[in-house]
């Protein structure tokens, strides 16, 4: 991302309705523009919100628990937890629910900070649990976009032999994450050059793309797509809705995450996923279809 230049309205440059245009960040408001070289770089633009790193140290000290204390308390998605036994103090953070909306670290600053990579895809739930004492770097965050589309292709040729085929089945999200995951087919990130496609029909697919919290109305469309999966099928859940239910939990309305619905096999954190970590995901997907084939 960079910053633009806040220049002052030039009134000479009004349209037909009299209201001027004389900067950019007029129309874009937040004064902030898309880098136009995002695979030039290792990593996300400096004002991504992404994986959230915790202090080894946080809850020392009263001050740091009552902290930690209020930073659970206003975490909407109720993602953050803190334990109090005979051992001391245990923070931990649930990414399958994190919305990434930083209140966490505006909070409690020095016992968490929002990074600007994303957090890592992960197989099982209970991977995407980060705890106080085992704070290591994701490696998926740091691998480059180009790099993990080369693995992703060379796997796809090794276990499928073709392309991969991705069903993708909006289960009742709000188009954020949708939208990630259509970037994978734009000329930028252009994932047909690594084997993958899209396609309409889940006959014809290998892999079920799932967004959204699977809303109580999207539940037996979302069986039916999957029964309709030719084995072996994978399903990865892509964002925190997908994950856990995220913001909206389990309510009357939804689900709580679609594996109350379907056996998924990836999980991909993020509200919404940046796509090269929807990619990454793609790449444990293909790593399942494997293990199934054999």
């Known amino acids: 991302m960079i910053e633009m230049e806040d220049k002052p309205r030039d009134a000479t440059k009004a349209g037909s309705d009299g209201r001027g245009t004389g900067s950019r960040s007029d129309i874009l408001g937040d004064r902030v523009e898309t880098d136009r070289n995002v695979l030039d770089k290792n990593g996300s633009a400096a004002s991504f919100r992404g994986d959230v790193t915790l202090s080894p140290t946080s809850g020392d000290s009263a001050g740091d628990l009552e902290l930690l204390r209020?930073?659970?308390?206003v975490c909407a998605p109720k993602a953050i937890g803190v334990v109090e036994d005979n051992q001391g103090i245990h923070l931990t953070l649930d990414r399958g629910k994190c919305i990434m909306c930083g209140m966490c670290q505006a909070t409690a600053p020095t016992a968490f900070k929002v990074q600007s990579s994303y957090a890592q895809p992960a197989r099982r739930l209970a991977d995407l649990v980060k705890t106080q004492f085992a704070d290591m770097p994701s490696v998926g965050a740091i691998m480059p976009i180009e790099e993990i589309g080369k693995q992703l292709s060379e796997?796809?040729?090794?276990?499928?032999?073709?392309?991969?085929?991705?069903?993708?089945?909006?289960?009742?999200?709000c188009?954020?994450?949708?939208?990630?995951v259509a970037a994978l087919i734009n000329p930028i990130y252009d994932v047909a050059r690594f084997g993958v496609h899209f396609v309409a029909s889940p006959r014809h697919a290998d892999v079920l793309l799932v967004t959204g919290?699977?809303?109580?109305?999207?539940?037996?469309?979302?069986r039916r797509t999957y029964d309709a999966t030719p084995?072996?099928?994978v399903?990865?859940?892509v964002g925190a809705c997908a994950c856990t239910?995220?913001?909206?939990?389990d309510t009357y309305a939804t689900s709580g995450g679609i594996s109350h619905t379907v056996p998924v096999d990836v999980f991909v954190p993020g509200c919404p996923p940046r796509p090269e970590a929807i990619l990454y995901g793609l790449l444990l997907a293909v790593d399942r279809i494997g293990e199934s084939a054999d």
């Open 213 to 222: 919290v699977c809303s109580r109305n999207m539940d037996l469309a979302l």
């Open 231 to 233: 084995d072996p099928k």
């Open 245 to 249: 239910g995220g913001l909206f939990g």
């Open 175 to 180: 188009n954020g994450c949708d939208v990630e």
């Open 70 to 73: 209020t930073a659970r308390d």
């Open 235 to 237: 399903v990865v859940a």
């Open 155 to 173: 796997k796809v040729k090794r276990t499928l032999g073709r392309s991969l085929a991705i069903r993708e089945v909006d289960a009742g999200s």
